[in-house]
């Protein structure tokens, strides 16, 4: 069974960075698209971001591009999300996924997410 | 940007009804590339049907997703108790964002 776990989620400041981590206990990590997606009571849920298996290919929604950065370390079978000059509105819930093979952006697995709160 | 845009907002229904939910996108998303998800209080989202119309691993066969273009629809055949959920549309697969709907809540009656 695949296993999303992640962490690093918390409150921080205005202005303040967060490094999201999300660890893959299934099979053939390096064989997925990878995604992060959030949610929040407001605006349902939010595609953020999408990494392609190789690390060389990457989207993010406009808002978080300039301010996120997507990665992943195969032989950890990790992905992260590092979060800069965070905002109020990026308070969320924000969840791994685990895509497809062949295409971006879908969510075959999700991880049980972690709470950003970005207040002061 | 495509949008999508779920329908309705809310649908009370009884154990053993049909459920049918919209998701209609602004513009043509030209490929197979929809899914839709199920949602639980507490819970992550889970995958129920992608590619419009494939079931995801063990989702039943009450489930099903149909459409193309702009409008696509997911069905589900005897509610059972534990269909009581709120539902999401995502398009993927294509250039992006890979928007999702707003959602609809399906809710006892």
């Known amino acids: 069974e695949v296993e999303l776990v992640e962490s690093g989620g918390g409150l921080v400041q205005p202005g303040g960075s967060l490094r999201l981590s999300c660890v893959d206990s299934g099979f053939n990590f390096n064989s997925h698209w990878m995604n992060w997606v959030r949610q929040t009571p407001g605006r349902g849920l939010e595609w953020v971001a999408t990494?392609?298996?190789?690390?060389?290919?990457?989207y993010y929604v406009d808002s978080a591009k300039g301010r996120f950065t997507i990665s992943r370390d195969n032989a950890k079978s990790s992905l992260y999300l590092q979060m800069n000059n965070l905002r109020a509105e990026d308070t969320a819930v924000y969840y791994c996924?685990?895509?497809?093979?062949?295409?971006?952006?879908?969510?075959?697995?999700w991880g049980q997410g972690t709470l950003v709160t970005v207040s002061s | 940007e495509i949008v999508l845009t779920q329908s309705p907002a809310t649908l009370s229904l009884s154990p053993g009804e049909r459920a049918t939910l919209s998701c209609g996108a602004s513009q043509n998303i030209n490929s197979k590339y929809l899914a839709w998800y199920q949602q639980k209080p507490g819970l992550a989202p889970r995958l129920l049907i992608y590619?419009?119309?494939s079931r995801a691993t063990g989702v039943p066969d009450r489930f099903s997703g149909s459409g193309s273009g702009t409008d696509f629809t997911l069905t589900i055949n005897r509610l059972e108790p534990e269909d009581f959920a709120v539902y999401y549309c995502?398009?993927?697969?294509?250039?992006?964002?890979?928007?999702f709907g707003q959602g609809t809540k399906v809710e006892i009656k």
């Open positions: 995502q398009r993927y697969g294509t250039s992006p964002p890979y928007t």
């Open positions: 996924t685990r895509g497809g093979i062949i295409v971006p952006g879908g969510a075959v697995d």
């Open positions: 990494i392609k298996q190789d690390g060389n290919e990457k």
């Open positions: 590619d419009i119309s």
